[in-house]
Nanobody
């Protein structure tokens, strides 16, 4: 099973930016589609973004489209989430995950490996 560790979370004012990082272990990382999800207190985990194994295709939830950018650096076994124009509604624990294959998905159930999460707090 792939091991994932998120970092880069913190507290920021509305309109600010943060860049989240996800470090993955294993030489097979470059073959996996990767995704970002988030979960606010008392709410279900929700989809944020996904990127293909090659980095050539990306997809975003409507709530973050135009503000967030997902990217990856396979040489460094890293996935990133650049978050701009942050809103209080973006406050949540953000999780990095992988399907474990080249298959891209927006469904929580299709992601087998998860990181422990990193907290993002956006204040007004």
């Amino acid at each position: 099973q792939v091991q994932l560790v998120e970092s880069g979370g913190g507290s920021v004012q509305a309109g600010g930016s943060l860049r989240l990082s996800c470090a993955a272990s294993g030489r097979t990382f470059s073959n996996f589609a990767m995704g970002w999800f988030r979960q606010a207190p008392g709410k279900e985990r929700e989809y944020v973004a996904v990127i293909s194994w090659s980095g050539g295709h990306t997809d975003y939830a409507d709530s973050v489209k135009g503000r967030f950018t997902i990217s990856r650096d396979n040489a460094k076994n890293m996935v990133f989430l650049q978050m701009n124009s942050l809103k209080p509604e973006d406050t949540a624990v953000y999780y990095c995950a992988t399907t474990g294959s080249r298959y891209m998905s927006r469904n929580v159930g299709d992601f087998a490996s998860w990181g422990q999460g990193t907290q993002v707090t956006v204040s007004s």
